[in-house]
């Protein structure tokens, strides 16, 4: 199912109800809008300008809940880079401030960086 068109406020260029996020955040990088349904793992990317999807939705193994962080290639193919995982649970969405990461875990805040 593609993206329904918008409704009649100029604000709204498309929308789309179905694999969307109940909690994280989409992303958008570039043209480029990522959407992870966090609770089935499942990723899709679309064009952010138009509602084209791109790819997905792909399935990410690895649950934040446990711990896990999936390292996705940005672009028009779904690949994982790399897993990582810390001993916590994560329900809040990453931030990125310049070149660091923060996420807040039910124990820990951590700050990831170079």
């Given at each position: 199912m593609g993206p329904r068109r918008a409704t009649p406020s100029p604000a709204v260029a498309w929308r789309l109800e179905?694999?969307?996020?109940y909690v994280p955040s989409p992303l958008l990088y570039g043209e480029e809008l990522y959407v992870l349904k966090g609770n089935n793992g499942l990723l899709s990317c679309y064009n952010a300008r138009t509602g084209e999807r791109i790819y997905g939705p792909e399935r990410i193994e690895g649950v934040?809940?446990?711990?896990?962080?999936?390292?996705?290639?940005?672009?028009p193919v779904f690949k994982v880079l790399a897993t990582n995982t810390l001993?916590?649970?994560?329900?809040?969405?990453?931030?990125?401030v310049d070149s660091e990461l923060y996420r807040r875990g039910a124990k820990y805040l951590y700050r990831i960086s170079e």
């Open positions: 179905r694999d969307t996020p934040p809940r446990e711990g896990k962080t999936a390292v996705v290639q940005r672009g001993d916590d649970g994560f329900d809040a969405s990453p931030i990125a």
